[in-house]
Nanobody
Framework: QVQLVESGGGLAQSGGSLRLSCAAS????????MGWYRQAPGKERESVAL???????????DYADSVKGRFTISRDNAKNTVYLQMNSLKAEDTAVYYC?????????????????WGQGTQVTVSS
């Protein structure tokens, strides 16, 4: 089993920055792809940024169009942690952000493909 614990959420002003962290524990060897989803009130959960947890030659990343150029996903395999650096925040980025992980080395935006989920961390951006 794998446990995912998010941290770093909070309140930011429009144009500001926040950095989210997701620490994985448990059967880490089974975690091959990790990433972030978000869910705003009344909306479906959507993928934000995903990354393959491979070596330096296998770290492909994927971003939702709405965050490209503003958000950056990275991982530290030694710490079993994935990060989401969020810059130029907008009010529409307000949501609960969830860390997700799956057991295969491939990026999928479908939430059904993810085996493990964190509890979520609230990000609120004031305009």
């Amino acid at each position: 089993q794998v446990q995912l614990v998010e941290s770093g959420g909070g309140l930011a002003q429009s144009g500001g920055s926040l950095r989210l962290s997701c620490a994985a524990s448990g059967s880490i060897v089974s975690v091959r792809t990790m990433g972030w989803y978000r869910q705003a009130p009344g909306k479906e959960r959507e993928s934000v940024a995903l990354i393959i947890r491979g070596d330096a030659t296998n770290s492909a990343a994927d971003y939702a169009d709405s965050v490209k150029g503003r958000f950056t996903i990275s991982r530290d395999n030694a710490k079993n942690t994935v990060y989401l650096q969020m810059n130029s925040l907008k009010a529409e980025d307000t949501a609960v952000y969830y860390c997700a992980a799956r057991r295969t080395y491939s990026i999928s935006r479908s939430r059904q493909d993810y085996d493990y989920w964190g509890q979520g961390t609230q990000v609120t951006v004031s305009s």
